[in-house]
C-alpha cells in the first residue's frame, strides 16, 4: 500500500491476554516497518470513557473478572457469562451509537478487535460509520465458546483463527473462504521468538536449580491464583519455578512455605520467556496464552478441566491431548501424580512439543495487509460503480 494506512487494535484488561496480543502485534508490525500508523484502542475507555463504573464502584469492570482469576472464583463463570451476553445485547443500540461516534471522530482505515463478546458491536458500528474500512476479529482462544462469543454469525467480517477447529466452527456460522484466515497458533510476544539471553545450564546453576531432576514452570496468568500454594505443597521436593504476577501476597506465602527442593518465587515480569526456557515442564490453568507460551519454549503441560475450568477454555485441555504435548487432570489435589506422568514420559512429550511451530504472530500483520489491500481494490471498483451499486458492493467487503 502506497499510503500510510491507520490500524486500530481494540482490546481489553480482563485476564491480561486481550493487551498482551495487540501490544505483541503493534510490536512485530513496527518490527517490519509496515506503512501504517498503529493504535492500541482500550474498548473499556471507548465505552466509558468517563470512568462512570469506576466512580460508582470504586474499580474498572475488568478487575472484578482478574480478581475472581486470582482466588480461584470461576465457578458458575458459565452462567454469568450468558448474563454478561444477554446484557450486552440488551444494550447493543447504545453501545454502536458510541462506537460510531468514536470511528466518525478517530477514522481508522482496518479496525482489528482481539476481544470477545463485543464483536457484533464492533463490526456494525465500522460498517454503519465507515463504510468500506474492514474489520477483522483475531480470535485470541484456541476455540469459540458458542454462541456470541468470537464468532457472531451473519457478518461479513474478517475472522483470524488460530486452529483448524476455530476454523471449523466458523465456517459452521456461514464464513465464507475469503473471510477465514488461518495461523499456526496464539499470538505471542516477540521476545519468545528472541535467542536467549542466557546460557540455559549456567542460569539454572545459578539459581539452584541444577542437579534436582526436571524443574516445574508453574504459572497461573498474571495475577497468580491460590491454587498455587497446593501444588507447591504437593511439590515440595521437586524443584520449581514459581510465578505469581501481580499477586505479592502469594509470592510473599510461597518464599515461606518449606520446601525439600529448590524453588524461585518470581513476581511481575516482562520476561516471561526467560523463566520459561529455564523450566522442563509447565503447571497451570489452560489459558491459552500459558499453555501456548509453554509449547512454544519446549515445555510439556499440566493442566485441569473441571467444574472450574473457564468455559472459554474448555477445548484448550481437548488441545492438549489431541496434540499429546502434555497431560490433564480433574484436579491439580493430583498433581504429583500429574508430573511423575510427564517426567515419566519427559522426551516423547518434548519431541510432541517441538514439532509444533506457531509463527502466528509474524502472520497476523500479512493477513492485515492482504485485508486492506482487498478493501481498497472493492473501494477503487465502487467509484466507478453506478451509484446505486456502492454501498452493496462495499458492505461484501
Not at 493442566?303 to 477454555?313: A, G, I, K, Y
Not at 460503480?385 to 461484501?396: F, I, N
Amino acid at each position: 500500500m502506497t499510503t500510510k494506512a491507520t490500524v486500530d487494535l481494540v482490546y481489553f484488561n480482563a485476564g491480561g491476554g486481550h493487551r498482551a496480543a495487540a501490544q505483541a502485534l503493534e510490536a512485530v508490525i513496527r518490527t517490519q516497518r509496515r506503512p501504517w500508523t498503529v493504535r492500541l484502542v482500550n474498548l473499556t475507555q471507548v465505552l466509558d470513557p468517563q470512568g462512570l463504573f469506576r466512580k460508582l464502584t470504586g474499580f474498572d469492570p475488568e478487575d472484578l473478572y482478574n480478581k475472581r482469576l486470582q482466588r480461584g472464583w470461576t465457578l458458575g463463570l458459565a452462567h454469568e457469562l450468558k448474563l454478561l451476553q444477554a446484557g450486552i445485547r440488551l444494550a447493543h443500540p447504545t453501545l454502536v451509537r458510541t462506537l460510531q461516534q468514536h470511528w466518525l471522530r478517530t477514522e481508522p482505515d482496518l479496525v482489528v478487535s482481539l476481544v470477545p463478546n463485543f464483536n457484533r458491536a464492533l463490526y456494525d458500528s465500522v460498517a454503519s460509520a465507515l463504510p468500506g474500512v474492514p474489520f477483522v476479529t483475531v480470535m485470541t482462544d484456541l476455540a469459540d465458546h458458542p454462541p456470541r462469543f468470537w464468532i457472531e454469525a451473519g457478518q461479513r467480517q474478517h475472522l483470524v483463527c488460530g486452529t483448524p477447529q476455530a476454523l471449523a466452527q466458523a465456517r459452521a456460522a456461514g464464513y465464507a473462504p475469503p473471510q477465514l484466515h488461518l495461523t499456526s497458533g496464539m499470538i505471542l510476544r516477540p521476545d519468545f521468538y528472541a535467542p536467549p539471553a542466557v546460557d540455559r545450564d549456567a542460569e539454572r546453576r545459578r539459581l539452584g536449580l541444577d542437579g534436582h531432576g526436571p524443574v516445574g514452570v508453574v504459572l497461573f496468568g498474571g495475577h497468580g491464583s491460590r491454587a498455587m500454594l497446593g501444588i507447591a505443597r504437593r511439590l515440595a521436593d521437586r524443584p520449581l519455578i514459581l510465578m505469581c504476577g501481580h499477586n505479592r501476597e502469594l509470592a510473599q506465602r510461597l518464599r515461606e512455605m518449606p520446601a525439600a527442593a529448590p524453588r524461585v518465587v518470581v513476581e511481575f515480569t516482562p520476561d516471561v520467556a526467560h523463566w520459561m526456557r529455564l523450566g522442563d515442564y509447565f503447571v497451570g490453568k489452560p489459558g491459552p496464552g500459558s499453555v501456548s507460551e509453554a509449547v512454544h519454549c519446549g515445555l510439556p503441560v499440566v493442566v485441569t478441566l473441571n467444574r472450574w475450568t473457564m468455559p472459554q477454555e474448555r477445548y484448550n485441555a481437548q488441545w492438549v491431548r489431541e496434540q499429546g504435548v502434555g497431560v490433564v487432570h480433574r484436579s491439580f489435589a493430583t498433581v504429583r501424580e500429574a508430573v511423575d506422568e510427564v517426567v515419566a514420559r519427559l522426551p516423547a512429550l518434548q519431541a510432541a512439543v517441538r514439532r509444533i511451530d506457531n509463527r502466528a504472530v509474524f502472520e497476523v500483520p500479512e493477513i492485515l495487509h492482504d485485508v486492506m489491500a482487498g478493501a481498497q481494490v472493492l473501494r477503487r471498483a465502487c467509484a466507478a460503480a453506478p451509484s446505486t451499486a456502492v454501498s452493496e458492493t462495499l458492505s461484501a467487503a
